[in-house]
């Protein structure tokens, strides 16, 4: 019988293996504490640094999970990647306020 853990928890160990490659280029130390970057879009991807609150939201909990799926833990970009248009991130981060 699996255990399954919260999504959150899960959310965590993606996030962690993304940053934990150990890169320290320009791009991974222009983001202040608390947030954190990600990159979305469906075919190009376009870099977002968004605040690490946006992890416990169960609407972007649910875009992990298709990430999840769609990458596993190898995600091709380095960090956290989102399959979904650039639109659909935009709307769902401004309403959670997490720009």
């Given at each position: 019988m699996a255990i399954?853990?919260?999504?959150i928890i899960l959310?965590?160990?993606i996030l962690?293996?993304?940053l934990s490659n150990g890169s320290t280029t320009p791009a991974s130390t222009d983001i202040p504490?608390?947030?954190f970057a990600i990159?979305?879009?469906e075919q190009e991807k376009k870099r977002f640094v968004v605040a690490v609150s946006l992890l416990s939201e169960p609407?972007?909990?649910e875009l992990?999970?298709?990430a999840e799926e769609e990458f596993g833990y190898n995600h091709p970009m380095g960090g956290l990647t989102?399959?979904?248009s650039e639109d659909v991130f935009t709307d769902l981060a401004s309403r959670l306020g997490a720009f």
């Amino acid at each position: 019988m699996a255990i399954r853990m919260p999504r959150i928890i899960l959310a965590r160990k993606i996030l962690k293996r993304s940053l934990s490659n150990g890169s320290t280029t320009p791009a991974s130390t222009d983001i202040p504490k608390g947030y954190f970057a990600i990159y979305v879009g469906e075919q190009e991807k376009k870099r977002f640094v968004v605040a690490v609150s946006l992890l416990s939201e169960p609407t972007f909990q649910e875009l992990l999970h298709q990430a999840e799926e769609e990458f596993g833990y190898n995600h091709p970009m380095g960090g956290l990647t989102i399959p979904c248009s650039e639109d659909v991130f935009t709307d769902l981060a401004s309403r959670l306020g997490a720009f």
